[in-house]
């Protein structure tokens, strides 16, 4: 298992050299692996949740979620076991164990995929015209300022696999996707507030294995949540 963000499946038998064959014709990705931690040039900023992680020329699987995704209950529960994992110590100015983190991990995935997955809220994203301008924002900067490894649009959240290109910061790149989607979703369903959560899931791909993986994983979750056929998704591969 993974030190951070979804498993590795015991069933990949693929090796880490293997997995770097098919990642060799784009951009080199750095993969940190163990010594994430250690390496001088991580940022660490805070998160609603968990705290978020920065790392130059490395591949992140990501996910952004509709405000109404996710009950207000069940975000509260967590900001309490949050505390109870953590403590009270500000992210910033103290850094979560491994251990603190896998506990914390596995509280989240149990609890947030499963209302994702469930289709819970409104759901826009499941109409053509609102997934097209997700989509459109995604490919816009393509080349660019990050490159594409795989993406999918839930109906109720998205996962992207990308890796940001020189100087451009994940958080430029999520701000502009949440950003113009959010005015023109708006805009086209004649609705006003917030669309997407504030907060959103980043993790640092660490192998080429896990690289594999978790391009697997978003090709594969609308049949993980019951959807066949699923249009609107992705992958280099």
């Avoid at 692996?33 to 991580?42: F, W």
């Avoid at 968990?50 to 699987?61: G, K, S, V």
């Avoid at 640092?204 to 090709?219: A, C, L």
């Amino acid at each position: 298992m993974v030190e951070q963000g979804f498993p590795i499946d015991d069933n990949d038998q693929r090796t880490d050299s293997e997995s770097q064959d098919s990642v060799r014709n784009s951009t080199p990705i750095y993969f940190p692996g163990k010594e994430l931690y250690q390496n001088e040039n991580l940022l660490i900023y805070p998160g609603n949740l968990l705290p978020h992680w920065e790392l130059n020329d490395i591949a992140y699987h990501i996910s952004f979620r509709l405000a109404d995704a996710i009950p207000v209950t069940i975000r509260q529960q967590l900001q309490e076991e949050r505390k109870q994992i953590f403590g009270n110590c500000p992210e910033e100015e103290q850094m979560p164990t491994k251990e603190e983190i896998r506990r914390f991990q596995y509280l989240y995935s149990e609890k947030i995929e499963k209302y994702l997955d469930s289709g819970y809220g409104s759901c826009v994203l499941r109409e053509e015209s609102v997934a097209k301008i997700v989509c459109k924002s995604l490919e816009f900067y393509e080349g660019q300022k990050y490159l594409l490894h795989a993406w999918c649009i839930m109906p109720n959240h998205v996962h992207v696999v990308f890796q940001a290109l020189r100087a451009h910061t994940l958080a430029e790149i999520l701000h502009g996707w949440k950003s113009f989607t959010s005015h023109a979703i708006n805009k086209l369903l004649n609705r006003k507030g917030q669309l997407w959560q504030d907060d959103s899931y980043n993790h640092i791909i660490r192998t080429s294995k896990e690289y594999y993986f978790q391009v697997r994983y978003v090709w594969n979750n609308p049949e993980n949540a019951g959807f066949h056929e699923w249009k609107w998704r992705w992958k280099r591969l």
